[in-house]
T-cell receptor
Framework: QQQVKQSPQSLIVQKGGISIINCAYE??????FPWYQQFPGKGPALLIA?????SEKKEGRFTISFNKSAKQFSLHIMDSQPGDSATYFC??????????????FGQGTILTVHP | EPEVTQTPSHQVTQMGQEVILRCVPI?????FYWYRQILGQKVEFLVS????????KSEIFDDQFSVERPDGSNFTLKIRSTKLEDSAMYFC???????????FGDGTRLSIL
């Protein structure tokens, strides 16, 4: 019940295209959903995050869509650029109650944006 | 922008030896975490630490693991007797609170021979 399932495992997109990565969770106690971007040799860097009181959050070219009833959320990268080529992880945590913020990560998606 | 720093960047150790991984969290952060990432796999939670004690730990974090905040700035992960399967990237993270974003360091690559 703690799992977060992420798809696809890898994604190839042309420059200027839209990249879409999907995640699904089972634990209804999850109430914080961040996306992390990881470049080779670096740690995960927070990209954008959403809480379940909204269905969408946009920051620049990055948008999270959230569907609470389906227990799914997705990352959309508009106008994808070669510099966006990285591994993307979705994550979830039960940030409320007595939780201390433990993050449960998806398997990761390797995004390649071709020039 | 403040960063989480980890040392060393790469540690090579013989199986059965003790290893200490070091982290300096962001200075005003109060919650500290260790995660690990086996090559090609997802990032996995190990332990969270708040108010000088472990607040939560995973099944991975057995008796061979311990954490400590020996002074006001460092946060360490000790593996007492390393196994081959401990080979992984170990990431330290910190946050202002359990409800706030976690900031990760660049990790320590631990290689057990």
């Amino acid at each position: 019940q703690q799992q977060v399932k992420q798809s696809p495992q890898s994604l190839i997109v042309q420059k200027g295209g839209i990249s879409i990565i999907n995640c699904a969770y089972e634990n209804t106690a999850f109430d914080y959903f961040p996306w992390y971007q990881q470049f080779p040799g670096k740690g995960p860097a927070l990209l954008i995050a959403i809480r379940p009181d909204v269905s969408e959050k946009k920051e620049g070219r990055f948008t999270i869509s959230f569907n609470k009833s389906a227990k799914q959320f997705s990352l959309h990268i508009m106008d994808s650029q070669p510099g966006d080529s990285a591994t993307y992880f979705c994550a979830a945590s039960d940030a409320g109650g007595t939780s201390y913020g433990k993050l449960t990560f998806g398997q990761g998606t390797i995004l390649t944006v071709h020039p | 922008e403040p960063e989480v720093t980890q040392t060393p960047s790469h540690q090579v150790t013989q199986m059965g030896q003790e290893v200490i991984l070091r982290c300096v969290p962001i200075s005003n952060h109060l919650y500290f975490y260790w995660y690990r990432q086996i090559l090609g796999q997802k990032v996995e939670f190990l332990v969270s630490f708040y108010n000088n004690e472990i607040s939560e730990k995973s099944e991975i974090f057995d008796d061979q693991f311990s954490v400590e905040r020996p002074d006001g700035s460092n946060f360490t992960l000790k593996i007492r007797s390393t196994k081959l399967e401990d080979s992984a990237m170990y990431f330290c993270a910190s946050s202002v609170s359990g409800h706030q974003p976690q900031h990760f360091g660049d990790g320590t690559r631990l290689s057990i021979l």
